[in-house]
């Protein structure tokens, strides 16, 4: 038996932190991410240190903030000759796996590749020894991968197209809303998380090396567009749903803002749209949920459940209407916080941790587990010393003083009370919340006289200190 344990990374693409049973959701139907918290470690402070997808997914592999690594925003690639957390998980021993969607470089309209494969010597760079690599739904349009050529072969790429053209089409007449999005024709277990799933089962099942393994799971959903089938959604009530933080952000406001309420659509949104919208978004979560379930069984039936670390997080959160946004690229809580459970091989009692962290601590995390050598210049601190010592440890509820993340040209911080936003080049305030008495970040307070002294700390103590240091890879 291998004495080093494997390690399975569940990486969906836009799962919103709350947005879990373990986490209080009244409503969504999670119960095998339930089951894998019940015998793991809930860190119910978990933040992105981007609320994009590429610049997010490059901090994860690099340890880096987005300041160091320099991936600002969805139109450049990330670099897979910079350090990697996966190449030194591989060079430590382990046989490193990806199955999904990576989305380390440009996908859709602006990509120069036609098929996911032509990209596989770039995640081989990265460090990974097997890849199966597919996009996520509007990016199919597109651009192929082996989904789209499973979907070719039973005879539903043209319908599967034609669905995601018709709403591509319609929210560039600026006519799409959420919650009008019919229901996805295909079958459920055609779904592209229900093939990234079963494609992991089976990589599972038939995993046969002598090597420990690391393998990344990327489901793209829940990522929009909410293109549920109806047999996911009818498991929701939309008069049952939680009602969003439906107040819009009031002027004046940053660019990223301004962006992403056009973007949205939203402006107006009722409650029972917001409700019904939900719904959608939360049938892929439940999809993705029922083949974590599979994924956790088929580990058990090849013996490897009790000698694998498994570790379920997100790149970003969903805004989900509330502010009359959806999407990402602010740093709201909706966007900004990620679900983090950590299992380890020996379950034990389930509990949560309150402390605040954030990716680059799961990026340490893996290199702990993996005995790895460490990434330079990373500022990420290593959870399982937390996991395995247990609650009643002295420092089971310990996190950083505060935490980063930044998007274009936008650096935010965060303590555990107050959240301060600036523009990166000249570090002028334009968002500030008191989060302990206006957790709905409802007034932004970035003109108040009397909080001067705490933004100017924040600038002075933390984020300078990001900013200005030497940008070495």
Same mark, same amino acid.
């Given at each position: 038996?291998?004495?080093?344990?494997?390690?399975?990374?569940?990486?969906?693409?836009?799962?919103?932190?709350?947005?879990?049973?373990?986490?209080?959701?009244?409503?969504?139907? &999670?119960?095998?991410?339930?089951?894998?918290?019940?015998?793991?470690?809930?860190? &119910?402070?978990?933040?992105?240190?981007?609320?994009?997808?590429?610049?997010?997914?490059?901090?994860?592999? $690099?340890?880096?903030?987005?300041?160091?690594?320099?991936?600002?925003?969805?139109?450049?690639?990330?670099?897979?000759?910079?350090?990697?957390?996966?190449?030194?998980?591989?060079?430590?021993?382990?046989?490193?796996?990806?199955?999904?969607? &990576?989305?380390?470089?440009?996908?859709?309209?602006?990509?120069?590749?036609?098929?996911?494969?032509?990209?596989?010597?770039?995640?081989?760079?990265?460090?990974?020894?097997?890849?199966?690599?597919?996009?996520?739904?509007?990016?199919?349009?597109?651009?192929?991968?082996?989904?789209?050529?499973?979907?070719?072969?039973?005879?539903?790429?043209?319908?599967?197209?034609?669905?995601?053209?018709?709403?591509?089409?319609?929210?560039?007449?600026?006519?799409?809303?959420?919650?009008?999005?019919?229901?996805?024709?295909?079958?459920?277990?055609?779904?592209?998380?229900?093939? &990234?799933?079963?494609?992991?089962?089976?990589?599972?099942?038939?995993?046969?090396?002598?090597?420990?393994?690391?393998?990344?799971?990327?489901?793209?959903?829940?990522?929009?567009?909410?293109?549920?089938?109806?047999?996911?959604?009818?498991?929701?009530?939309?008069?049952?749903?939680?009602?969003?933080?439906?107040?819009?952000?009031?002027?004046?406001?940053?660019?990223?803002?301004?962006?992403?309420?056009?973007?949205?659509?939203?402006?107006?949104?009722?409650?029972?749209?917001?409700?019904?919208?939900?719904?959608?978004?939360?049938?892929?979560?439940?999809?993705?949920?029922?083949?974590?379930?599979?994924?956790?069984?088929?580990?058990?039936?090849?013996?490897?459940?009790?000698?694998?670390?498994?570790?379920?997080?997100?790149?970003?959160?969903?805004?989900?209407?509330?502010?009359?946004?959806?999407?990402?690229?602010?740093?709201?809580?909706?966007?900004?916080?990620?679900?983090?459970?950590?299992?380890?091989?020996?379950?034990?009692?389930?509990?949560?941790?309150?402390?605040?962290?954030?990716?680059?601590?799961?990026?340490?995390?893996?290199?702990?587990?993996?005995?790895?050598?460490?990434?330079?210049?990373?500022?990420?601190?290593?959870?399982?010393?937390?996991?395995?010592?247990?609650?009643?440890?002295?420092?089971?509820?310990?996190?950083?003083?505060?935490?980063?993340?930044?998007?274009?040209?936008?650096?935010?911080?965060?303590?555990?009370?107050?959240?301060?936003?600036?523009?990166?080049?000249?570090?002028?305030?334009?968002?500030?919340?008191?989060?302990?008495?206006?957790?709905?970040?409802?007034?932004?307070?970035?003109?108040?006289? $009397?909080?001067?002294?705490?933004?100017?700390?924040?600038?002075?103590?933390?984020?300078?200190?990001?900013?200005?240091?030497?940008?070495?890879?």
């Amino acid at each position: 038996m291998n004495k080093k344990p494997n390690i399975i990374l569940i990486f969906p693409d836009q799962h919103r932190g709350d947005i879990i049973g373990c986490m209080g959701d009244p409503v969504v139907i &999670t119960p095998n991410l339930d089951k894998l918290a019940s015998e793991g470690v809930v860190f &119910t402070q978990c933040f992105t240190n981007s609320p994009l997808c590429i610049p997010a997914r490059a901090t994860l592999m $690099t340890g880096k903030y987005v300041s160091d690594h320099g991936i600002i925003d969805n139109n450049k690639e990330a670099s897979s000759s910079s350090q990697s957390h996966v190449r030194n998980i591989r060079d430590a021993g382990y046989h490193t796996a990806v199955i999904g969607k &990576t989305h380390l470089y440009v996908h859709g309209a602006n990509s120069e590749w036609n098929h996911t494969n032509d990209k596989i010597d770039v995640l081989r760079e990265w460090g990974f020894d097997y890849i199966h690599e597919i996009t996520g739904p509007i990016a199919s349009i597109i651009n192929d991968s082996p989904y789209t050529d499973y979907l070719k072969e039973k005879g539903l790429l043209k319908t599967h197209r034609k669905y995601l053209r018709d709403y591509r089409a319609e929210w560039t007449r600026g006519e799409t809303k959420p919650w009008k999005l019919p229901p996805s024709p295909l079958p459920s277990e055609d779904q592209l998380d229900s093939y &990234t799933g079963q494609k992991a089962v089976e990589w599972i099942h038939n995993y046969n090396e002598d090597k420990p393994f690391y393998l990344q799971i990327c489901f793209p959903g829940p990522h929009d567009p909410f293109d549920s089938t109806q047999e996911y959604r009818d498991m929701y009530k939309a008069e049952e749903m939680p009602v969003g933080i439906l107040e819009k952000p009031k002027e004046p406001y940053p660019g990223n803002i301004t962006f992403v309420l056009n973007w949205s659509g939203l402006d107006g949104i009722t409650q029972s749209q917001n409700q019904l919208m939900k719904t959608f978004y939360y049938g892929k979560i439940t999809l993705i949920d029922e083949w974590i379930g599979k994924i956790v069984k088929a580990l058990e039936g090849e013996g490897l459940l009790d000698n694998t670390w498994i570790i379920y997080t997100s790149d970003h959160g969903e805004m989900l209407g509330d502010h009359m946004m959806s999407h990402k690229i602010v740093f709201y809580e909706g966007a900004l916080r990620i679900p983090l459970i950590i299992k380890p091989p020996a379950s034990a009692e389930g509990w949560q941790s309150k402390g605040l962290t954030d990716q680059i601590d799961i990026t340490a995390s893996l290199i702990d587990i993996a005995c790895a050598k460490p990434l330079e210049n990373c500022d990420g601190r290593s959870l399982i010393p937390q996991v395995l010592a247990g609650p009643k440890d002295p420092n089971a509820q310990q996190g950083k003083v505060a935490v980063f993340s930044q998007v274009l040209r936008y650096t935010m911080v965060r303590n555990e009370q107050f959240k301060l936003v600036v523009r990166s080049h000249n570090l002028k305030p334009v968002e500030f919340y008191d989060l302990k008495n206006d957790p709905n970040e409802v007034e932004n307070r970035v003109n108040d006289p $009397t909080l001067l002294q705490v933004r100017q700390q924040l600038i002075d103590n933390h984020i300078n200190e990001v900013l200005n240091r030497p940008k070495n890879d």
